[in-house]
C-alpha cells in the first residue's frame, strides 16, 4: 500500500496544473523508473526555480546558498526512504512473497524480507507524505518550500527515526487491551 501511496503522490504533483508544464510532465512520464520520476520531478522543479541551464550543474555557482545542499538531501532521501519501498511493491506485484527472483524471473536471488509490522508501515507511509508534501511544495512555490523545509524535514527525520523503534510491543499490547474493554 505505501507503494501505491507512492504513485499516487507522484501522479498528483506531476499533474498539478500549478507545477510542470506539459512538456516536463511527458518528459517525466518517459522515464523508466519510479524513483527516476521523483528524481527527475526535483531536479526540474530547481532548475525551473532559479533558471538553470540543463547543461549546468545545481550548485553554488548557478543558484542560491543551500540550494544545492536541499537538492542532495532531497535526493538522497529518495534513494534511501522511496527506492526499498518501490522495490518491496514490484517484488509484491510479482507475486515474490518468499522468494527473490533475478530480473528474468528465471532463478531465485535469495529470500524476500519479512513484511514489515503495523506500525512501521503507519510510519513509512508518513514519511513519504511529508517527503511527498516537500517536493510538491518545490514544484509548485519555490518561496512556500524555502519556508516549509526545515519544518517538514525534521518532520521526516523524526518520523524516520520511529520506524523501527521498540514501541511495537507496546502498541500490541495497548490494542489487546482496547479489544479486551470493547
Known amino acids: 500500500m505505501i507503494g501505491l ?36 520531478a ?15 550543474e545545481i550548485d553554488e555557482s ?5 540550494v544545492p545542499t536541499q537538492n542532495a538531501v532531497l535526493s538522497s532521501l529518495l534513494r534511501e526512504d522511496l527506492s526499498p519501498i518501490i522495490q518491496d511493491r514490484n517484488n509484491l506485484a510479482h507475486a515474490q512473497w518468499q522468494w527473490l527472483l533475478n530480473y528474468k524471473e528465471t532463478d531465485f536471488t535469495g529470500r524476500a ?18 517527503l511527498a ?16 523545509y526545515a519544518s517538514l524535514y525534521e518532520a521526516i527525520t523524526d518520523t524516520r527515526a520511529k520506524i523501527d523503534g521498540p514501541d511495537y510491543p ?6 489487546r487491551s482496547r479489544r479486551r474493554m470493547i
Do not use: C, M
Request: aromatic content about 10%; overall charge neutral; glycine content about 4%.
Open 62 to 66: 548557478t543558484t542560491a546558498a543551500g
Open 170 to 175: 507496546e502498541f500490541a499490547s495497548f490494542l
Open 5 to 40: 501511496l507512492a504513485e499516487a503522490e507522484l501522479r498528483k504533483i506531476v499533474s498539478d496544473p500549478g507545477g510542470f508544464n506539459d512538456k516536463e510532465r511527458l518528459v517525466l512520464l518517459q522515464e523508466r523508473s519510479q524513483l527516476d520520476r521523483w528524481l527527475r
Open 133 to 148: 508534501d516537500l517536493i510538491h511544495a518545490l514544484v509548485v512555490s519555490e518561496p512556500t518550500f524555502q519556508r516549509d
Open 113 to 130: 524480507e519479512p513484511p514489515l509490522n503495523y506500525l512501521a508501515s503507519q510510519r513509512r507511509g508518513a514519511v513519504i507524505k511529508h
Open 42 to 56: 526535483v531536479e526540474f522543479a530547481f532548475r525551473r526555480h532559479y533558471t538553470i541551464p540543463l547543461h549546468l
